[in-house]
């Protein structure tokens, strides 16, 4: 089986810019896409396939790939984008694994 | 608009069973993959299963196998999650998720939720 790490926490004043980093040797050949959760709500896509950003998800969130990392990136940081932050990726085999999560901190 | 509607979850003791159920809307179901994935208290996502489009292929967590089954009913825009042998590790807040294609693969992802149900398993 094969992991994503992510930093445990980030912290960032609003309109500065926030990067989260979610690293695995899989992503050299597979996708990563990137969840949003905050308190008390069910997760939201917000990239998909490293760098798509599905309708209704405002373009100051962004995704980047290079090599093993992925890299979730929040341009002009909002106080209501504090929130949890998960990276996701597949096996061919259909196997499913998610990262262990980032809490974002609006200071 | 799709919408996703779980049910069943509950408190059930250790060695139980119990089953959970996702109503779908807004969407041709048959046409996408459906998955479980669940979230212990204060703790992190974790994918649980999936069951591809038609209903003929499934996979399971390693944490799960053997004891969860995954099926869906394409008539009834539903997919179930039969639940057996409960640990208390099993504890979560368990989530219906859809998959944008019908077939699971190297790009699976979950592009719609619901809003969970609770299942807590306690004696």
């Known amino acids: 089986s094969y992991e994503l790490t992510q930093p445990p926490s980030v912290s960032v004043s609003p309109g500065q810019t926030a990067r989260i980093t979610c690293s695995g040797d899989?992503?050299?050949?597979?996708?990563a896409h990137w969840y949003q959760q905050k308190a008390g709500q069910a997760p939201l896509l917000i990239i998909y396939k490293d760098t798509e950003r599905p309708s209704g998800i405002p373009g100051r969130f962004s995704g980047y790939s290079s090599g093993t990392t992925v890299t979730l990136i929040i341009s002009g940081v909002q106080a209501e984008d504090e929130a949890d932050y998960y990276c996701?990726?597949?096996?061919?085999?259909?196997?499913?694994?998610f990262g262990g999560g980032t809490k974002l901190t609006v200071l | 608009e799709e919408q996703l509607l779980e049910s069943g979850g509950g408190l059930v003791q250790p060695g139980g069973s119990l089953r959970l159920s996702c109503e779908a809307s807004?969407?041709?179901?048959?046409?996408?993959?459906m998955s479980w994935v669940r979230q212990a208290p204060g703790k992190g996502l974790e994918w649980v299963s999936s069951i591809s489009g038609s209903g003929g292929k499934s996979y399971f967590a390693d944490s799960v196998k053997g004891r969860f089954t995954i099926s869906r009913n394409n008539s009834k825009n539903t997919v179930e999650l039969q639940m057996n042998s409960l640990r208390i590790e099993d504890t979560a807040a368990y989530f219906c998720?859809?998959?944008?294609?019908?077939?699971?693969?190297?790009?699976?992802?979950?592009?719609?939720w619901g809003q969970g149900t609770l299942v807590i398993v306690s004696s």
């Open positions: 998720a859809q998959v944008p294609t019908p077939i699971l693969g190297s790009i699976t992802y979950f592009q719609h």
């Open positions: 899989a992503l050299s050949k597979a996708y």
């Open positions: 807004g969407f041709i179901f048959s046409d996408y993959a």
């Open positions: 996701q990726s597949a096996e061919s085999s259909g196997i499913l694994i």
